[in-house]
RNA sequence: GGGCGAGUGGCGGAAUGGCAGACGCGCUGGCUUCAGGUGCCAGUGAGGGCAACCUCGUGGGGGUUCAAGUCCCCCCUCGCCCA
């Protein structure tokens, strides 16, 4: 830089040196930040406890608990997507202070986990160390954008003062059972019990185990056998996904459609494994029914309905030479059609059930679908492939050998892996069927209309049917000696026929099958929360005490996870803790009366999604060291608000967060509270009462020719419209824009720092609100926001002299048009405020404020209204002007002003009046016109005569303040 | 394949069945300035007209209504979720 050129904020300094600039916004808002912190401005009171406090101005106030969803710190930061979500919890939580309701709002970091722990290993940093570095940055950069956080109820998930209770509580699991014939506290039938009540029945001979022997004569290891098969938290031998490209086992829900991890894009493969569980399923039918309760969108209530998967149906025996074959079917009414079997190749009644003619067929079957990913095997285009296994079984209802077949298209992983197959009620079994020449006997007479809509004529005569038929139609050659359905119309009806009669005969019974499977909960990986576990010499779990908790992770340098070739199927799962085994073997004395004796620890460690089950609980109470939380403090915050309506589950009153949510940690969240609540820790039956899904921040994102994501900060537009990415070594190469969420992955993350240079805090926090409703997803452009800059600096020149910096409001009564658009003002952003609807709420804003700048001085009163109901979105821009305007203190507990009704309607109204639903002209009435008064008006008019030219309309229809329309 | 949601200026978006396009970006012109930038003022859906005004216009097609971006039916496109 050379003296040529003037520096440009010179030129302003000279001019306007109190103009709102980004210097100096950036001065303001770091000041106000300090001051914030220095007073604990945004503490909040608790009723009780440590953080109680009746001095506070709001701690009479009506309660509001706003929660976000607690970021997982990456070490790249936040991108300006991030506090899209944030901006909309802090602009309500801070109108709402102002609204004198005591408001609970604070942030927290889940930074246990998988990213953690690979960046750690990549970077050789321990994840301890790399993690609270990323916690620091986030807790600098959401600082840095004034939210309103009470600092106090910050946690974070690794800390041991905070797993201490995810310990606690993964316990009280682990010590319950859930009985579905018990009626629960709250009335309902259901509920998580106590496993102490569970083993006393056992002892006392009021329940009786399974395959009936005595208690007593039970050793402890069976007896620990049948109590696990009980626990909410269990070990289970059971089909899980083992990832060898992360060296762990991971969810259902972690597994994406095409078979691999959601982390890391590796094959998962299907396989037994000894691991622990958490009995969801349990909880289906409470977790589908309680839907109803909530304040959620629709979409993400269907979402979490399907992933249920709740479908009632029949499961019904068959017999064969390999004993009973059990399947589940939706629809036992078509039994009758059942010709064939089909059982998933990793059923195990396979090897037994394959002759010895075609052994060689089904083995190499097996094989060649080992490989295929359940979507691929399930995908309707696919070409249907099968094996005969040699062998037949009965069909109950007809008495019939039918062949029983493998086949892929069946998934071992939904209901019992086996099919009654009715090709001519599914289309799936009509096309397999079709495929091998199986029978396809009718077992209903579809409607004329059916036919017509296939294009051929009605018959029974399946080989001339293009597909199978579903749906209501009289049953035909569906009867036995026992039970005839023929002549029925209604599915339901026959149904519940079959429903009765494989009851009665001891074939099957009515039952339901959830797609849900049970939460498989352990990982082989170091970052984790420890399992409050050990084994003892005889292989049975105990728990530790609670005075043992929290059982810290221990220190290692050799933290990194065994993982293996991603395709390498046949390797097994390491955890990291196991190669410390001065950890692994101690000698404990758990209070149980054995005295000290030796264990092993559970080297598996909780998943992710562990220590984001319970998080909203902690913040009410972070202090406490007695309880997870308090119950008198639970229910002040989240205790069901059975005034707003009967059956309130309670939980927090305002939920924000992304949709990518709507399965994983909500319902594992949910799962939680209700064993929680079942146990009568909480008084709430659902954590989160409200939920809003903010839209995600789109950035461009380009892809280089190997398809790979480069980093968007380094690559420029040329001259033709084309974009080149220029790499690390200096090469450049030719790339493609791509519209995509801002993130890691894509690599096109924009930090907010970039952003301090020329704008300021309120300037993004004002942007981003202003860009769309919450809910939208929307394009990030930076350009675009210089307009909410340009807002602020006319606001403050509203309010401030630009020149002198001084206050340039004046003390006179503002005119009438000033005051009926100040309130109008008032009401319309107060009404969008409470909707959340952030962007109309500053449109309004910036109406009112071009209205000021209209008039020849500032009335104090306009100018004070302005300023308190901008300061929730631009806080520290709304506590200078403030201080300006004279007054003490902070803003953020001023009250809101109050909209006067009778300046809200106009002396006079004009009407727009139409001819035909067309626009033609305009006419001013008094407001109080009565409908006669203001036809009479409007057909006075001149232009309306003119236009009318003497046609006499047949009707005119006048909405009261809206408009006239004339019919003609 | 199924479910849900969305299609409005050059762009982001606004509109209890009642004046389509609030507000912002961009663009055009003007003022300030030696100049650039900032700032300020005005204009800005398309087409026609000297003008007052007129015609068209919310993905496409139909319908309900005095009146449809909004409600109903069919279709197209995109997004998300589940297969």
Same mark, same amino acid.
């Given at each position: 830089?050379?003296?040529?050129?003037?520096?440009?904020?010179?030129?302003?300094?000279?001019?306007?040196?109190?103009?709102?600039?980004?210097?100096?916004?950036?001065?303001?808002?770091?000041?106000?930040?300090?001051?914030?912190?220095?007073?604990?401005?945004?503490?909040?009171?608790?009723?009780?406890?440590?953080?109680?406090?009746?001095?506070?101005?709001?701690?009479?106030?009506?309660?509001?608990?706003?929660?976000?969803?607690?970021?997982?710190?990456?070490?790249?930061?936040?991108?300006?997507?991030?506090?899209?979500?944030?901006?909309?919890?802090?602009?309500?939580?801070?109108?709402?202070?102002?609204?004198?309701?005591?408001?609970?709002?604070?942030?927290?970091?889940?930074?246990?986990?998988?990213?953690?722990?690979?960046?750690?290993?990549?970077?050789?940093?321990?994840?301890?160390?790399?993690?609270?570095?990323?916690?620091?940055?986030?807790?600098?950069?959401?600082?840095?954008?004034?939210?309103?956080?009470?600092?106090?109820?910050?946690?974070?998930?690794?800390?041991?003062?905070?797993?201490?209770?995810?310990?606690?509580?993964?316990?009280?699991?682990?010590?319950?059972?859930?009985?579905?014939?018990?009626?629960?506290?709250?009335?309902?039938?259901?509920?998580?019990?106590?496993?102490?009540?569970?083993?006393?029945?056992?002892?006392?001979?009021?329940?009786?185990?399974?395959?009936?022997?005595?208690?007593?004569?039970?050793?402890?290891?069976?007896?620990?056998?049948?109590?696990?098969?009980?626990?909410?938290?269990?070990?289970?031998?059971?089909?899980?996904?083992?990832?060898?490209?992360?060296?762990?086992?991971?969810?259902?829900?972690?597994?994406?459609?095409?078979?691999?991890?959601?982390?890391?894009?590796?094959?998962?493969?299907?396989?037994?494994?000894?691991?622990?569980?958490?009995?969801?399923?349990?909880?289906?039918?409470?977790?589908?029914?309680?839907?109803?309760?909530?304040?959620?969108?629709?979409?993400?209530?269907?979402?979490?309905?399907?992933?249920?998967?709740?479908?009632?149906?029949?499961?019904?025996?068959?017999?064969?030479?390999?004993?009973?074959?059990?399947?589940?079917?939706?629809?036992?009414?078509?039994?009758?059609?059942?010709?064939?079997?089909?059982?998933?190749?990793?059923?195990?009644?396979?090897?037994?059930?394959?002759?010895?003619?075609?052994?060689?067929?089904?083995?190499?079957?097996?094989?060649?679908?080992?490989?295929?990913?359940?979507?691929?095997?399930?995908?309707?285009?696919?070409?249907?492939?099968?094996?005969?296994?040699?062998?037949?079984?009965?069909?109950?209802?007809?008495?019939?050998?039918?062949?029983?077949?493998?086949?892929?298209?069946?998934?071992?992983?939904?209901?019992?892996?086996?099919?009654?197959?009715?090709?001519?009620?599914?289309?799936?079994?009509?096309?397999?069927?079709? &495929?091998?020449?199986?029978?396809?006997?009718?077992?209903?007479?579809?409607?004329?209309?059916?036919?017509?809509?296939?294009?051929?004529?009605?018959?029974?005569?399946?080989?001339?049917?293009?597909?199978?038929?579903?749906?209501?139609?009289?049953?035909?050659?569906?009867?036995?000696?026992?039970?005839?359905?023929?002549?029925?119309?209604?599915?339901?009806?026959?149904?519940?026929?079959?429903?009765?009669?494989?009851?009665?005969?001891?074939?099957?019974?009515?039952?339901?099958?959830?797609?849900?499977?049970?939460?498989?909960?352990?990982?082989?990986?170091?970052?984790?929360?420890?399992?409050?576990?050990?084994?003892?010499?005889?292989?049975?779990?105990?728990?530790?005490?609670?005075?043992?908790?929290?059982?810290?992770?221990?220190?290692?340098?050799?933290?990194?996870?065994?993982?293996?070739?991603?395709?390498?199927?046949?390797?097994?799962?390491?955890?990291?803790?196991?190669?410390?085994?001065?950890?692994?073997?101690?000698?404990?004395?758990?209070?149980?009366?054995?005295?000290?004796?030796?264990?092993?620890?559970?080297?598996?460690?909780?998943?992710?999604?562990?220590?984001?089950?319970?998080?909203?609980?902690?913040?009410?109470?972070?202090?406490?060291?007695?309880?997870?939380?308090?119950?008198?403090?639970?229910?002040?915050?989240?205790?069901?608000?059975?005034?707003?309506?009967?059956?309130?589950?309670?939980?927090?009153?305002?939920?924000?967060?992304?949709?990518?949510?709507?399965?994983?940690?909500?319902?594992?969240?949910?799962?939680?509270?209700?064993?929680?609540?079942?146990?009568?820790?909480?008084?709430?039956?659902?954590?989160?009462?409200?939920?809003?899904?903010?839209?995600? &921040?789109?950035?461009?994102?380009?892809?280089?020719?190997?398809?790979?994501?480069?980093?968007?900060?380094?690559?420029?537009?040329?001259?033709?419209?084309?974009?080149?990415?220029?790499?690390?070594?200096?090469?450049?190469?030719?790339?493609?824009?791509?519209?995509?969420?801002?993130?890691?992955?894509?690599?096109?993350?924009?930090?907010?720092?970039?952003?301090?240079?020329?704008?300021?805090?309120?300037?993004?926090?004002?942007?981003?609100?202003?860009?769309?409703?919450?809910?939208?997803?929307?394009?990030?452009?930076?350009?675009? &926001?210089?307009?909410?800059?340009?807002?602020?600096?006319?606001?403050?020149?509203?309010?401030?002299?630009?020149?002198?910096?001084?206050?340039?409001?004046?003390?006179?009564?503002?005119?009438?048009?000033?005051?009926?658009?100040?309130?109008?003002?008032?009401?319309?952003?107060?009404?969008?405020?409470?909707?959340?609807?952030?962007?109309?709420?500053?449109?309004?804003?910036?109406?009112?404020?071009?209205?000021?700048?209209?008039?020849?001085?500032?009335?104090?009163?306009?100018?004070?209204?302005?300023?308190?109901?901008?300061?929730?979105?631009?806080?520290?821009?709304?506590?200078?002007?403030?201080?300006?305007?004279?007054?003490?203190?902070?803003?953020?507990?001023?009250?809101?002003?109050?909209?006067?009704?009778?300046?809200?309607?106009?002396?006079?109204?004009?009407?727009?009046?139409?001819?035909?639903?067309?626009?033609?002209?305009?006419?001013?009435?008094?407001?109080?016109?009565?409908?006669?008064?203001?036809?009479?008006?409007?057909?006075?008019?001149?232009?309306?005569?003119?236009?009318?030219?003497?046609?006499?309309?047949?009707?005119?229809?006048?909405?009261?303040?809206?408009?006239?329309?004339?019919?003609?």
């Amino acid at each position: 830089m050379s003296t040529e050129s003037a520096d440009p904020a010179a030129i302003d300094d000279e001019r306007a040196p109190f103009r709102y600039t980004s210097a100096l916004g950036n001065e303001i808002e770091q000041r106000w930040q300090d001051w914030w912190e220095e007073h604990g401005t945004f503490h909040t009171p608790n009723p009780v406890g440590d953080l109680a406090d009746p001095t506070h101005p709001n701690a009479d106030g009506e309660k509001l608990f706003v929660l976000d969803m607690f970021p997982y710190p990456s070490g790249e930061g936040l991108h300006v997507g991030h506090p899209l979500g944030y901006t909309g919890t802090d602009v309500y939580c801070r109108y709402q202070r102002m609204a004198g309701r005591n408001v609970l709002y604070t942030m927290g970091y889940d930074a246990f986990g998988l990213p953690a722990e690979q960046y750690a290993v990549e970077t050789g940093q321990h994840p301890a160390i790399t993690t609270e570095a990323a916690v620091a940055t986030y807790r600098r950069q959401l600082r840095r954008l004034g939210m309103s956080y009470d600092p106090r109820r910050s946690i974070e998930t690794i800390d041991p003062a905070y797993y201490r209770w995810t310990q606690w509580i993964f316990g009280r699991i682990h010590d319950s059972w859930y009985d579905p014939e018990a009626t629960r506290h709250d009335g309902g039938s259901g509920s998580a019990r106590p496993i102490a009540e569970l083993i006393a029945e056992f002892e006392s001979g009021e329940r009786e185990t399974f395959d009936g022997r005595s208690w007593s004569s039970l050793n402890k290891a069976e007896r620990a056998d049948i109590v696990d098969g009980y626990r909410l938290a269990y070990v289970a031998d059971a089909p899980v996904n083992w990832c060898p490209g992360l060296g762990t086992v991971v969810a259902n829900e972690e597994v994406t459609a095409d078979g691999r991890s959601d982390r890391g894009n590796f094959p998962v493969f299907k396989r037994n494994m000894r691991q622990w569980m958490m009995r969801i399923t349990a909880y289906a039918d409470r977790l589908l029914e309680d839907l109803d309760r909530l304040d959620w969108t629709d979409s993400l209530k269907t979402m979490q309905r399907n992933w249920i998967g709740r479908s009632p149906g029949a499961r019904i025996d068959f017999e064969s030479p390999a004993g009973d074959i059990t399947v589940f079917t939706t629809r036992p009414d078509t039994l009758f059609g059942a010709t064939f079997l089909v059982l998933a190749p990793e059923h195990p009644l396979v090897p037994d059930l394959t002759t010895s003619q075609m052994a060689a067929q089904v083995v190499q079957y097996r094989r060649d679908v080992a490989g295929f990913a359940e979507a691929e095997r399930t995908a309707g285009d696919r070409q249907k492939t099968g094996v005969f296994t040699g062998s037949y079984a009965t069909n109950p209802a007809t008495g019939k050998d039918i062949p029983i077949w493998v086949a892929d298209y069946v998934l071992m992983g939904y209901g019992t892996g086996a099919i009654m197959a009715v090709p001519c009620g599914d289309e799936r079994d009509f096309e397999f069927a079709t &495929v091998y020449g199986l029978d396809i006997p009718a077992i209903q007479e579809p409607p004329d209309e059916w036919f017509e809509r296939q294009g051929i004529d009605p018959t029974l005569d399946t080989r001339r049917w293009r597909t199978a038929f579903v749906g209501d139609a009289p049953y035909v050659n569906s009867a036995n000696h026992d039970i005839s359905l023929d002549g029925l119309t209604s599915v339901d009806d026959g149904i519940r026929i079959v429903n009765e009669w494989l009851e009665n005969n001891g074939f099957g019974e009515a039952t339901v099958n959830y797609k849900l499977r049970d939460w498989l909960f352990s990982r082989q990986r170091y970052w984790g929360e420890p399992f409050p576990i050990v084994w003892d010499r005889d292989g049975i779990a105990h728990l530790l005490p609670d005075e043992m908790l929290p059982l810290t992770l221990p220190d290692t340098d050799s933290f990194a996870p065994r993982t293996f070739d991603p395709d390498d199927e046949e390797s097994n799962p390491e955890s990291p803790l196991d190669r410390l085994t001065d950890w692994v073997n101690v000698t404990l004395d758990l209070g149980d009366g054995r005295g000290p004796q030796p264990y092993r620890r559970e080297t598996n460690v909780m998943p992710q999604w562990a220590g984001s089950c319970w998080y909203e609980l902690r913040y009410l109470d972070p202090t406490n060291t007695e309880r997870f939380v308090d119950p008198e403090v639970e229910r002040y915050w989240m205790g069901p608000l059975t005034d707003v309506r009967p059956d309130h589950p309670g939980g927090v009153d305002l939920y924000v967060g992304g949709v990518e949510h709507a399965v994983l940690h909500l319902l594992y969240s949910r799962f939680w509270h209700k064993v929680l609540y079942d146990l009568g820790h909480v008084s709430s039956a659902e954590p989160y009462s409200r939920l809003f899904n903010q839209g995600d &921040v789109q950035a461009p994102a380009f892809k280089d020719e190997r398809e790979i994501w480069v980093p968007a900060r380094d690559v420029v537009e040329e001259a033709d419209g084309s974009y080149t990415y220029t790499a690390p070594d200096g090469s450049v190469k030719p790339v493609t824009k791509q519209w995509g969420r801002m993130g890691k992955s894509k690599k096109n993350g924009i930090a907010p720092e970039t952003f301090y240079e020329e704008y300021d805090a309120d300037t993004l926090r004002l942007h981003l609100m202003a860009s769309g409703p919450l809910d939208a997803a929307r394009p990030w452009e930076t350009r675009d &926001v210089v307009g909410m800059f340009r807002f602020l600096q006319r606001v403050w020149r509203n309010v401030l002299d630009e020149t002198t910096g001084e206050c340039r409001v004046v003390d006179v009564e503002p005119d009438a048009e000033t005051q009926r658009v100040m309130h109008r003002t008032i009401d319309g952003v107060r009404a969008d405020m409470e909707a959340l609807r952030f962007n109309t709420a500053i449109a309004k804003l910036i109406e009112f404020n071009n209205h000021i700048t209209k008039l020849d001085a500032t009335p104090r009163e306009a100018a004070e209204a302005l300023v308190l109901l901008l300061s929730p979105i631009a806080p520290h821009v709304g506590e200078e002007l403030w201080r300006k305007l004279g007054h003490d203190g902070t803003i953020a507990y001023a009250r809101l002003p109050e909209a006067d009704p009778a300046l809200l309607v106009d002396d006079t109204v004009e009407y727009p009046v139409q001819v035909n639903g067309k626009v033609r002209t305009r006419i001013t009435v008094a407001a109080d016109a009565d409908r006669d008064a203001v036809e009479a008006a409007a057909l006075a008019d001149q232009r309306l005569v003119q236009l009318l030219d003497g046609v006499t309309p047949t009707k005119v229809i006048v909405v009261p303040g809206k408009m006239i329309n004339v019919v003609v």
